[in-house]
């Protein structure tokens, strides 16, 4: 069983709808949970970082963490075609954020 | 903020060759930063972590006399990959921490190696 699952997709949503990505996970250790946005060929771009369990928002993005059952989600609402890309999701154990484990990916494909 | 510079962007070399990659954080220090690996339509895997001033912790199957990595300055990273195979063809990406606890890595924009 891999640390982290994430389905890879592809996602195929109509403009405007609310997107909905989530990762697994099974270590209970990890603390800090993470969501990159990774356009072809250039490399993750942080969109939200989180502590623990709860909520945070940023603009048209929510990411949610639920420790009890080892689930994170992230939420993109109003998506737009530019919001075409791939979603990875990223998890630490320690206040270092050292080493990262990854999700593989969800392929995220917006249609105007 | 905590931008991450990766250079070259892509290069294609001949078999043998050695290849240098550099990253820099551009407008923050780092007092750690990755190196990474991405094969097409999967997840980065991590090949080591760079400290300034101290060896490289590579992880395990990753050969540190191939994937040589110096981490001279706060600010600097640098990754050979020697003597070069089609088998190292890849996307390599590099992140950064910024200096103070608890902020996440950030990420340069990769370099595609293709070997001949």
């Known amino acids: 069983q891999k640390e982290v699952e994430q389905d890879p997709g592809p996602l195929s949503v109509p403009e405007g709808a609310i997107v909905s990505l989530n990762c697994t996970y099974s270590?209970?250790?990890?603390?800090?949970f993470m969501w990159y946005r990774q356009y072809s060929r250039k490399g993750p771009e942080l969109l939200m970082y989180?502590?623990?369990?709860g909520n945070k928002e940023d603009g048209r993005f929510t990411a949610q963490v639920d420790k009890s059952s080892k689930y994170i989600s992230l939420f993109i609402r109003d998506s737009q075609p530019s919001d075409s890309a791939t979603y990875l999701c990223?998890?630490?154990?320690?206040?270092?954020?050292?080493?990262?484990?990854f999700g593989t990916g969800t392929r995220l494909l917006v249609s105007p | 903020g905590a931008v991450v510079s990766q250079h070259p962007s892509w290069v294609i070399c001949k078999s043998g060759t050695s290849v240098k990659i550099e990253c820099r954080s551009l407008d923050f220090q780092a007092t750690t930063m990755f190196w990474y690996r991405q094969f097409p339509k999967q997840s980065l895997m991590l090949m080591a972590t760079s400290n300034e001033g101290s060896k490289a912790t590579y992880e395990q199957g990753v050969e540190k006399d191939k994937f040589l990595i110096n981490h001279a300055s706060l600010t600097l990273s640098t990754l050979t990959v020697t003597s070069a195979h089609p088998e190292d063809s890849s996307f390599y990406i590099c992140s950064a921490r910024v200096l103070q606890e608890g902020q996440p890595q950030h990420f340069g924009d990769g370099t595609r190696l293709s070997i001949l």
């Open positions: 990223a998890m630490g154990q320690n206040t270092g954020f050292q080493k990262l484990v």
């Open positions: 989180t502590y623990s369990s």
């Open positions: 270590n209970s250790a990890f603390q800090y």
